[in-house]
């Protein structure tokens, strides 16, 4: 989808206190010969403080970047993947009340680690579309602090999982960053892989049950498709994803100054996104994400504001942003980035 009058306004973000990997190893909490593999060398983690408040904190940053008051917001979306608040309670409603933000209308969007895009894909539709809404709020954030999340291997070795917070101002008038092009797709014939042979109706013995995403994607992988092929068809669908949205934005691989993807192992990262661009891994934002863990859908954001406060996006490049979910969905993004923000 070729997109015209959406921009970034701002980011913000809030990130705990940081551990390392090689501490994770010294406590027994993660495998040595998976971190010295992974390249992945550390976490943020919040402990007692929740996601809800971290969302607000970020939202609070971007909002004083922007110079936007609370009273010009029109919409909010927030997204999340792990826990929120308690079942039954509306997530965004806090985030709003807490900022002092009006009777506007608001989304909460489950989109997993695709969450963000899944936001900025909604905000282009209010923007550009019937509604008319001129400033958007996007939030997400996550606390694994948790007994039912092992964070450094229950999502298999490719992860670490971190807690913290990001948020971004969306605007029809102008920003930092002009969106260029966004796309989103879904390959349902992978939704067992996250989901195994667990039941869909509530839980029935009142307990919680710990969250083991690798073991159940690796029973899909022993019983409905292998590994290699999972990978392969995940590789294809995603790359489709993002072609479409290079062509909508009118671009090559070759101008794209840098690839934002969510923080995984480094060789996954070269492996399934940029030897099939064509592109080294200094162009993408790894060397950053590495030492930050796999902040949910908040990692896009996290990065694409670390590239912009150290000076290593200019006016006039090009970044793709790239995400994915389970079941399985992936989006992409091309933004160019128009002006250096006094933040």
């Given amino acids: 989808m070729k997109t015209e009058g959406v921009f970034i306004d701002s980011v913000g973000v809030f990130l705990p206190d940081w551990t390392s990997a090689e501490q994770g190893v010294a406590d027994g909490l993660y495998d040595e010969e998976v971190y010295k593999a992974s390249g992945l060398t550390g976490t943020h983690i919040a402990g007692d ?21 609370p009273g010009d917001i029109e919409s909010h979306i927030h997204s999340g993947v792990y826990y929120q608040g308690p079942d039954g309670s509306y997530p965004p409603a806090y985030i709003l009340r807490e900022l002092g933000v009006g009777s506007v209308p608001s989304l909460h969007i489950r989109q997993g680690c695709n969450g963000m ?35 450094w291997r229950g999502f298999g070795d490719s992860y670490i999982l971190a807690d913290g917070a990001a948020a971004a101002v969306i605007s029809a008038g102008s920003g930092f960053a002009q969106l260029r092009a966004i796309n989103s797709g879904t390959l349902p014939e992978l939704e067992k892989w996250h989901r ?13 049950k710990e969250l083991a995403v690798a073991e159940r994607a690796a029973l899909f992988n022993d019983r409905e498709m292998s590994l290699a092929e999972t990978v392969e068809r995940i590789g294809e669908f995603d790359l ?3 072609h479409r949205s290079l062509v909508d934005a009118g671009l090559n691989t070759s101008d794209l100054a840098r690839v934002i993807p969510i923080n995984q192992d480094g060789r996954m990262i070269e492996f399934s996104v940029l030897a099939p661009l064509g592109l080294p891994m200094s162009r993408s934002s790894w060397d950053f994400g590495r030492s930050v863990g796999h902040v949910g ?16 996006l200019s006016p006039g490049d090009h970044v793709l942003l790239l995400s994915q979910g389970p079941g399985w969905i992936s989006s992409s993004a091309v933004v160019t980035i128009t002006d250096v923000p006094a933040w």
């Fill in 196 to 208: 195994g042979d667990e039941s869909l109706l509530p839980p029935r013995d009142g307990a919680g």
């Fill in 49 to 69: 403080l929740s996601a809800l408040d971290m969302a607000v904190t970020a939202a609070r940053r971007a909002l004083e970047r922007s110079g936007t008051e």
């Fill in 297 to 312: 859908a908040a990692d896009l954001v996290i990065s694409l504001d670390h590239l912009v406060r150290t000076g290593e």
């Fill in 117 to 151: 895009l899944a936001a900025l894909e909604i905000a282009v539709g209010q923007i550009t579309g019937a509604a008319e809404v001129e400033t958007v709020l996007l939030t997400t954030a996550q606390n694994f602090t948790t007994p039912l999340i092992d964070r």
């Fill in 240 to 242: 489709g994803i993002v």
